[in-house]
């Protein structure tokens, strides 16, 4: 859920290469529709982001990736919560298919620019938010400042904005703060290397390329989608995107969820946590493992009807891993909000 570091996780954070590890589901994700754009909407004078719906019925589920990744990530879930009502997935601004960003990817920006987005399209409230990681927080911040419109929410591995401070807190002495701020100065430092150097024009063979650009493939996904992954690590546009997420991940978007947080009454939530040891929890057996629950227990009292399930066997990537898992989060979700009418 959290990041163990800045600096060592940045050219993973698209969270495709390599496959996920302990992963139990073998399906490949081979739908073309996330190998090319589906319908880029206008939500800002000519700047457009790439919207994917399939299914029919309400309340709509709308779906955020984590952090630098796109709708690619869904492919497991998404169709099948589509048999069972309207199912959207999207791509947030120079990532995937939208178009490039136009401002720094805060949560705030980001929920800006979702709101924007399922009005420009016509997709009526309430909706029903499931986000991934970094998602998660934009899902709650989406919650928070349009609390009318949204219907329930499921948090797939969900990032919490007090994690850095509760780290460091729980140890005080290992100068958590200090070792933090340089991984934040590294992976800048690499990030805007690659950004030069993307916008320079890439050249195969030299240190720099391959410093930036992976070369690997995800078993996970399609020959298709992993071409896209090519494509997308070349281009200034995406590389942008990404550095300014990872920035705000850090720094302004956890601030933006401390100040907005507030209760979300009876809200339909279920909160989903990764287990792959083989403690008796199935946590990690250590003060990672426990702070993990104890931030995902507090998201799931955030409403009288959280829910916190851990799931074994899984990743970070709950989603690929253990689809089901998400699935049944969301239909449990879908299932409370029909009957609340």
Known sequence: MERASTAAVFFLACAIFPAAAGARSSTVIDDPAYAQAQRL????????LNLYCIGTGAPTVVFDAGLANWSQIWGLVQPVVARTTRACSYDRAGLGFSDAASRP???ANIADDLHRLLHAAQIEPPYVLVG????GMNVRLYADLYRDEVAGLVLDDPSHEEHSQRSIAADPDAGLAARFAAERAEADRTALACLAAARAGFVPGTAIDAECISSGR??????????VYQRLQHEPSFLQARLWEDQAYDLDSPAQLMAARRSYGDLPLVVLTRALSDSASGLPDDAHGDLAVALHEDLAGLSTRGVHRVVPDSSHDIHLDQPQAVIDAILDVLAQVRGAR
């Not at 909407?41 to 457009?48: A, K, S, Y």
Request: glycine share 12%; charged share 20%; no cysteine.
């Open 105 to 107: 990817g805060t949560s």
């Open 218 to 227: 995800n078993l996970r996904y399609s020959l298709a989608i992993n071409a």
């Open 41 to 48: 909407v206008d939500i800002d004078h000519g700047r457009r």
């Open 132 to 135: 991934h990681s970094y998602g």
